[in-house]
């Protein structure tokens, strides 16, 4: 069956290769590098805004001190040379909210402030969609549609190489944000697409 490059489920179009392609996270060997590479901060709406200037004094003092200098001079999110809001960044590339993870194993990574302290039922705001969402992109359109898009970065060639491994699609490693942005009956919809486009053994 040859499947279409863009497929529409609700008001949301979506490039099929978050159906075909194959990714998974390894911070074994990539150690979070999409939170401190890149030139501007990761997207963020002005409730995302909202509610990280409300949990800020949680996370406050997992910040370096140039993220903070950072966020008292220009806050916790800035306009960038595209015009989108995005999360304030240190030196040109590193999100003020970037702190360092150790890990079960005991190795150290990269991530979000945010998310930690919401893995430990410490804060409500876990971080960005648009950082959760990733490899996926995200644009909203001016009739209000949505358009996501699977976004190859070079930095994250390991966590398309343990995809294969596992063969997990992009659209089941990212089931929970996914959930998240779009409800469970979006997502139970883009499973059955994806189903019927699967080939036939």
Not at 86 to 96: A, L, Y
Not at 124 to 149: H, M, Q, W
Not at 155 to 162: F, L
């Amino acid at each position: 069956m040859n499947i279409p490059p863009i497929l529409q489920i609700g008001n949301v179009l979506l490039s099929s290769d978050i159906l075909t392609e194959e990714f998974c996270c390894d911070l074994d060997v990539c150690h979070g590098a999409c939170c401190v590479e890149g030139d501007a901060g990761a997207p963020v709406t002005l409730d995302e805004i909202a509610e990280i200037e409300d949990s800020l004094d949680t996370v406050w003092p997992m910040l370096s001190a140039s993220a903070q200098s950072v966020i008292d001079r220009q806050g916790v999110a800035y306009t960038d040379r595209d015009g989108d809001l995005v999360t304030s960044i240190v030196n040109g590339k590193d999100c003020v909210f970037t702190t360092l993870i150790n890990s079960s194993e005991g190795s150290g990574f990269v991530g979000c402030a945010f998310e930690s302290l919401f893995r430990q039922g410490r804060c409500k705001f876990c971080k960005p969609i648009s950082c959760a969402l990733y490899p996926i992109r995200e644009k909203t359109f001016s009739d209000g549609s949505v358009g996501l898009n699977y976004h190859r970065w070079d930095i994250c060639q390991c966590g398309r190489d343990k995809g294969r491994l596992l063969h997990l699609p992009v659209y089941k490693f990212l089931k929970e944000p996914l959930i998240r942005r779009f409800g469970e009956e979006w997502y139970q919809e883009l499973c059955d697409v994806a189903a019927q486009l699967a080939p036939q053994p």
